[in-house]
């Protein structure tokens, strides 16, 4: 008889990460639940990653699954492909260094049984080293993904849009959805920030969503990440996902609204002045008229009507720092 499908696939993309995947896909198997799969895509590392991977699938061989491409093509290469070798109902994508929490398993399995949304968003917790007191302060213990309704399947795209952007983060790993919303989505290859660039694609293919204000995935704060250091190139990078999400969005069927738009509006220039500030150092010439450019094109009017909208809203020293980093950088 046909092996029935399983109700999740657990995707988990690695290179060179041989110190963290066994906890990864560990954190995974620990939770004893049933139904599902775990694939596992080595991105020709050049460590032991690769022999960990075989041995996982060699103490979990119904469950785990080992692919491998046979020279390193990045993650958004490895992203597709798992996408491609997924066979589950819900695909959720796990970062190797990263933990799904304990419970997180079981807790999608009940939000999925009892509404059967086209996606779930969770909430996180950082994993650090060096945990200390700053970094409870800082509210690492739970990290929230969303601004607005939770614990109820919803269908209002807008909400959605405005409450995913109002936190920024918009990283894959928070976001469990159907695997045929998933497959809509196919990740820019040969890019930084490929996670934002995806989303409005993502969305696209949702007509159902809930957000569970919970922590199911331990993300790890490590040095020699993407995002522990910039450069020009990443900066680019980040530049053209933040323009493709903003054309992705406003192109979305029914437009956005109000709400919809202005936070689109704040996050987008919220981008232009985290990347003034990390490239005051290198004044890269190309980076700088590239932004330059694209200020323009999303603000032909300018940013004023933006900062004053923060105004109306008391966020009187956000729209002065949006202000200051644009001005700093000769971009306003």
Same mark, same amino acid.
């Given at each position: 008889?046909?092996?029935?499908?399983?109700?999740?696939?657990?995707?988990?993309?690695?290179?060179?990460?041989?110190?963290?995947?066994?906890?990864?896909? &560990?954190?995974?198997?620990?939770?004893?639940?049933?139904?599902?799969? @775990?694939?596992?895509?080595?991105?020709?590392?050049?460590?032991?990653?690769?022999?960990?991977?075989?041995?996982?699938?060699?103490?979990?061989?119904?469950?785990?699954?080992?692919?491998?491409?046979?020279?390193?093509?990045?993650?958004?290469?490895?992203?597709?492909?798992?996408?491609?070798?997924?066979?589950?109902?819900?695909?959720?994508?796990?970062?190797?260094?990263?933990?799904?929490?304990?419970?997180?398993?079981?807790?999608?399995?009940?939000?999925?049984?009892?509404?059967?949304?086209? !996606?779930?968003?969770?909430?996180?917790?950082?994993?650090?080293?060096?945990?200390?007191?700053?970094?409870?302060?800082?509210?690492? &213990?739970?990290?929230?993904?969303?601004?607005?309704?939770?614990?109820? @399947?919803?269908?209002?795209?807008?909400?959605?849009?405005?409450?995913?952007?109002?936190? *920024?983060?918009?990283?894959?790993?928070?976001?469990?959805?159907?695997?045929?919303?998933?497959?809509?989505?196919?990740? +820019?290859?040969?890019?930084?920030?490929?996670?934002?660039?995806?989303?409005?694609?993502?969305?696209?293919? @949702?007509?159902? %969503?809930?957000?569970? +204000?919970?922590?199911?995935?331990?993300?790890?704060?490590?040095?020699?990440?993407?995002?522990?250091?910039?450069? +020009?190139?990443?900066?680019?990078?980040? !530049? #053209?996902?933040?323009?493709?999400?903003?054309?992705?969005?406003?192109?979305?069927?029914?437009?956005?609204?109000? &709400?919809?738009?202005?936070?689109?509006?704040?996050?987008? !220039?919220?981008?232009?002045?985290?990347?003034?500030?990390?490239?005051?150092?290198? *004044?890269?010439?190309?980076?700088?008229?590239?932004? #330059?450019?694209?200020?323009?094109?999303?603000?032909?009017?300018?940013?004023?009507?933006?900062?004053?909208?923060?105004? #109306?809203?008391?966020?009187?020293?956000?729209? %002065?720092?949006?202000?200051?980093?644009?001005?700093?950088?000769? %971009?306003?």
């Amino acid at each position: 008889m046909p092996q029935a499908a399983p109700w999740l696939s657990v995707l988990v993309p690695f290179h060179d990460v041989e110190r963290y995947l066994e906890a990864c896909v &560990r954190s995974v198997l620990a939770q004893g639940e049933a139904g599902m799969e @775990v694939v596992l895509l080595d991105d020709a590392s050049t460590d032991g990653s690769a022999a960990i991977a075989e041995a996982l699938r060699g103490d979990a061989p119904t469950v785990v699954r080992a692919i491998a491409h046979d020279r390193n093509r990045g993650i958004s290469a490895a992203r597709n492909s798992l996408l491609q070798a997924a066979r589950g109902t819900y695909v959720w994508f796990v970062d190797s260094d990263d933990l799904l929490l304990p419970g997180s398993l079981r807790r999608l399995r009940d939000v999925v049984d009892a509404g059967s949304p086209d !996606l779930v968003l969770c909430d996180f917790r950082y994993v650090r080293d060096d945990f200390g007191l700053k970094h409870r302060l800082r509210g690492e &213990r739970h990290a929230h993904t969303f601004d607005g309704p939770s614990l109820r @399947v919803l269908h209002d795209r807008n909400v959605l849009v405005a409450g995913l952007l109002s936190k *920024r983060q918009l990283h894959v790993w928070s976001k469990v959805a159907k695997r045929e919303a998933w497959q809509r989505a196919a990740f +820019p290859q040969g890019r930084y920030f490929e996670d934002v660039a995806v989303v409005p694609a993502l969305l696209e293919g @949702v007509r159902s %969503w809930i957000h569970v +204000p919970e922590p199911w995935v331990g993300y790890r704060q490590r040095a020699g990440s993407i995002m522990a250091s910039q450069s +020009p190139r990443k900066l680019l990078d980040l !530049l #053209r996902a933040n323009r493709d999400l903003r054309a992705g969005l406003l192109a979305l069927p029914g437009g956005l609204d109000e &709400r919809a738009r202005f936070s689109l509006d704040y996050f987008c !220039l919220r981008t232009f002045a985290w990347i003034a500030r990390k490239s005051r150092a290198s *004044r890269d010439p190309e980076l700088d008229a590239a932004c #330059r450019g694209e200020l323009a094109a999303m603000f032909p009017r300018g940013v004023a009507g933006v900062l004053a909208a923060c105004r #109306r809203r008391g966020w009187l020293l956000r729209a %002065w720092r949006l202000g200051d980093s644009l001005r700093r950088a000769g %971009w306003r």
